[in-house]
Structure formats: C-alpha cells, structure tokens
C-alpha cells in the first residue's frame, strides 16, 4: 500500500508547520507527516520552510536572527482567529508520542549553513527513542550523509528536483533507503525500476488527483502531499 505523507502538515487546508496542520492529517487518516527543520539564533530546532519568517508569520528577518523565544513571539499568518506559533521539533516530537505517525524531517541546510543541526536532530530522534519512525530528507546530501554517520539506524532519503538517471544506484551509493523526487522529474518506469532495486520512492508534492491515481496504482511506496484527506479518499477507491 502507498503511504501518504502530509506535506508540511495538511498544507493545503491549514497553515503550513503547525501543530493544527499535523493535528488534521492525523485526523484525515495520513500515515505520515513531512516538515521543514532549522536552528534559531541560540541553537533552537525550530518547524519552519523558510529561512526567514516574512511569508508565514507577521515577522520579517531570518529564522537564525532570532532567539527561540523571540521567535515565540510572532503569529503565524492564519485566515481562522486561532493564535498559531512557530513549533519546536521537541513539541511535534511530544505530540508524536501520542500517535503512531511516521515523520519525515527535511533539514533545511542548502542555503544556510546551521552549525551541528544534523547533531540536535539525531540527539533529539534517540531521546524520544523514535529512530524506526523517522526519515530524513535533504536537498543537501551532505546534511543527510552526516546523519547516516552519525545514526545508520535512521533512514536518509535525498531530495532533489532534477531528473536522476538510475536514482537507485545513487541512493544505495551514500547509504538512501529512498528518494524523494520531484514528482514531475519522476517517471512510472524509474520509479518501478528503484522499487525493484530496494529503494523506496517517495515523490513530492503530489497533489492532483490524477498523479494520486497513477502512483496508487503502481502502488509507488509513498506520496508527499498538501492534501492528505483528498489523497486518503483516492486510496481507498483506487486500491
């Protein structure tokens, strides 16, 4: 069966990395959670996309200017009259305990350099003794090599947007038990090709139904979309 990843949360339908976003894909009947990690100014693992906080908050400046606790202070920009704030991995991580939800952690390590990130999240992943639940996905392929290194038990999954000729040897080159393709750079047959080689295809982010349709029925490993209930509805009827 294709697992379904809600990306950043339920996307689609409530604001990108928050709580409420994870707490609705939990709801919609999503197998998994995808969010965006990176440090704040006092080394803080914060749930964010950007790298600065102007498009999603009533902030404006870099994630890596501000204190977790100043970060604490903005809203995140909602259409509903609910106070949202910017969550910490450790808060997402406390409210995993309640759930069985995978979480696939992209490290946001392509633009900005966050000194030990890949450290704080395996730590992080350890103390919560979530290793088997985890995924860890990066545009950034030394980002998720240094965690491999440093815990060969958490999966690694690149990400990328390119079209990958034999993306399965590449993913088994630095250790990848996936990949995480765009979902317009991914055909049927690479996709059959490295589920047959043992690697896992997750593309991103999947959200018309006719791409639903068509990766359902080639029962591809797992989606990444913004629309988890729309995606968990196809599923049923489509396999």
């Given at each position: ?99 069985d939800l995978y979480c696939n952690i992209e490290l946001k390590t392509s633009k900005i350099r966050y000194d030990f990130i890949e450290e704080k999240v395996i730590a992080l992943i350890k103390r919560y003794h979530f290793e088997d639940r985890m995924l860890i996905s990066s545009f ?100």
């Open positions: 069966m294709t697992l379904i990843f809600a990306h950043r949360g339920s996307a689609g339908t409530h604001p990108e990395n928050t709580m409420a976003a994870y707490v609705e894909a939990e709801r919609a009947g999503a197998d998994g959670i995808e969010l965006d990690v990176q440090l704040s100014k006092d080394g803080q693992l914060v749930v964010i996309h950007d790298e600065t906080i102007n498009r999603t908050t009533n902030g404006k400046g870099y994630v890596k200017d501000y204190t977790l606790n100043e970060l604490k202070r903005f809203n995140i920009l909602t259409k509903q009259q609910h106070i949202l704030k910017i969550p910490t991995l450790e808060e997402v991580f406390d409210w995993l305990k309640t759930n950034n392929h030394y980002s998720i090599i240094q965690c491999y290194r440093l815990a060969p038990e958490v999966e690694i999954a690149p990400l990328y947007s390119e079209v990958l000729f034999m993306p399965w040897v590449y993913a088994k080159s630095i250790q990848a038990k996936g990949i995480h393709p765009n979902v317009k750079t991914i055909n049927d047959a690479l996709i059959q090709a490295s589920m047959e080689n043992g690697i896992a295809v997750r593309p991103y982010t999947v959200d018309k139904e006719e791409d639903m349709k068509r990766l359902f029925k080639l029962q591809c490993s797992a989606i990444i979309t913004d629309y988890p209930e729309k995606a968990v509805t196809l599923r049923r009827k489509h396999t």
